[in-house]
């Protein structure tokens, strides 16, 4: 109820800014929201598909996934339409979708780190998640000292590559553009094992076919990421409904949907 009534205060104010931005001498942006927009009345949010639970096309041709309905939820709240756009994931850590205004957040499974606040604002954490590491069934690989003279697939500009990177001294890393090619690798036998975080990876276990054959405590959380400059009261504005969303028990529910067993 309480939430309803918000709405309608917010409404009613959005229509007092619309009529006297008619009269002003129209303003660089059609922007109303004063969060700086880059389509007025929607959020546009950019992710990196398919990273199944997080993001990913269901049966219905849907966009579906915790990022994805959560980001709706925030967007819905703020009274705003929701609009993705699909990219590549090196241009999302980047932060180059934000700076060429293709959107105005990145909903897609990124872990905050000090290298990416450099480049980029982030939200309050919205999911903690471990990495991990995928192998076939019955696969002699247990851990990545196994991976010595093996191959491990990992997803590029990733927090996986990274950790790959550090810790897989002595094995190949081959880096793939997206989950749609490092998946298929593994099933195809072109590497032995796959890095990334553990809920990706556990949609990947193929009824038994492969398992997951080590986790790994990374202190990782995810955070929706802004642009760097400017984008301070839309960051506000996001904490606010994901504030709200844990509080009304609607945040849970959407967890629950993606990550109870």
């Not at 699909?86 to 180059?96: A, K, M, R």
């Not at 099933?187 to 990947?204: C, E, F, S, T, W």
């Not at 405590?217 to 960051?235: I, N, P, R």
Request: proline content about 3%; aromatic content about 8%; glycine content about 10%.
């Amino acid at each position: 109820m309480h939430h309803k009534a918000r709405n309608a205060v917010a409404a009613v104010l959005a229509v007092g800014a619309l009529s006297l931005a008619a009269c002003g001498s129209g303003s660089d942006s059609a922007d109303e929201s004063g969060l700086g927009l880059v389509n007025d009345g929607t959020l546009t949010v950019c992710s990196n598909l398919p990273f199944q639970p997080f993001e990913y096309v269901d049966d219905n041709g849907e966009y579906a996934g915790f990022d994805m309905d959560l980001s709706r939820e925030i967007a819905s709240g703020m009274g705003l339409e929701w609009e993705l756009q699909n990219v590549g994931f090196d241009g999302l850590q980047s932060g180059t979708v934000l700076a060429a205004g293709q959107c105005d957040m990145i909903a897609a499974a990124v872990t905050i780190t000090p290298e990416r606040e450099e480049k980029l604002a982030f939200s309050d954490p919205y999911y903690d998640s471990l990495q991990s590491l995928l192998v076939p069934e019955g696969s002699s690989v247990k851990s990545l000292e196994d991976l010595a003279g093996k191959k491990i697939g990992v997803q590029q500009g990733t927090t996986g590559e990274s950790y790959a990177r550090d810790n897989a001294g002595d094995a190949e890393i081959i880096s793939y553009q997206s989950d749609a090619e490092l998946f298929p690798a593994l099933q195809a036998g072109n590497i032995d094992a796959v890095l990334q975080d553990l809920p990706v990876n556990l949609d990947h276990t193929d009824g038994g076919a492969f398992t997951i054959s080590a986790t790994y405590e990374t202190d990782e959380v995810y955070g929706f990421a802004m642009k760097k400059t400017g984008s301070e009261d839309l960051v506000a504005a996001v904490n606010a409904e994901l504030a709200e969303l844990r509080s009304n028990g609607k945040y849970q529910e959407i967890y629950d949907k993606y990550f109870t067993e």
